[in-house]
């Protein structure tokens, strides 16, 4: 056996932006993204809410993009189609603050972890990233316990999918 072949097999994620609709000149559309490159596109980006659940930034690029638009197919079922996972990329420099209201409590943790199932059982998506960025920053409204509650807010997190 070769070392290579013993090895993880590397992936190469490319981030999508749900806003990119707005520009009409953009040279990124959903048929135009180079699959055959990528092994991941992350769908960026929603957001915690304080009541635990998650949102789009933007509500109309995630229609248009997520059930396809005009007839074209939608980003997960192009992506599908082309063997590449798409995963709900949540948070951002932009979209952090919540996290570590929403990492405090159980109950909070716990209605996070369903929002991300089910938007994966909505949208088809293969999975969540978390772009927290960054637990315990206090530009953020990061808290010393952000360290303790980010971890249990992971744990059932992989749990709960």
């Given at each position: 056996m070769s070392v290579s072949s013993m090895g993880q097999q590397k992936?190469?994620?490319?981030?999508?932006?749900?806003?990119?609709?707005?520009?009409?000149?953009?040279?990124m559309t959903c048929d135009k993204i180079p699959f055959k490159k990528l092994?991941?596109?992350?769908?960026?980006?929603?957001?915690?809410?304080?009541?635990?659940?998650?949102?789009?930034?933007?509500?109309?690029g995630d229609s248009l993009i997520l059930y396809g638009r005009m007839g074209k197919p939608s980003l997960v079922s192009l992506a599908h189609e082309n063997k590449v996972k798409v995963m709900l990329s949540i948070g951002g420099w932009d979209d952090s603050q919540n996290f570590p209201a929403v990492a405090s409590t159980g109950l909070l943790r716990t209605t996070f972890a369903h929002a991300c199932v089910e938007?994966?059982?909505?949208?088809?998506?293969?999975g969540i990233d978390i772009d927290w960025e960054y637990p315990g920053?206090?530009?953020?409204?990061?808290?010393?316990?952000?360290?303790?509650?980010?971890?249990?807010?992971l744990e059932i997190l992989r749990d709960s999918l």
């Amino acid at each position: 056996m070769s070392v290579s072949s013993m090895g993880q097999q590397k992936e190469v994620v490319g981030y999508f932006p749900s806003w990119n609709w707005q520009h009409k000149n953009s040279l990124m559309t959903c048929d135009k993204i180079p699959f055959k490159k990528l092994t991941i596109i992350d769908y960026a980006f929603w957001h915690p809410l304080l009541d635990g659940t998650i949102a789009g930034i933007n509500p109309t690029g995630d229609s248009l993009i997520l059930y396809g638009r005009m007839g074209k197919p939608s980003l997960v079922s192009l992506a599908h189609e082309n063997k590449v996972k798409v995963m709900l990329s949540i948070g951002g420099w932009d979209d952090s603050q919540n996290f570590p209201a929403v990492a405090s409590t159980g109950l909070l943790r716990t209605t996070f972890a369903h929002a991300c199932v089910e938007a994966i059982r909505k949208f088809d998506f293969d999975g969540i990233d978390i772009d927290w960025e960054y637990p315990g920053y206090v530009e953020h409204s990061g808290t010393p316990s952000d360290l303790v509650n980010s971890t249990a807010l992971l744990e059932i997190l992989r749990d709960s999918l």
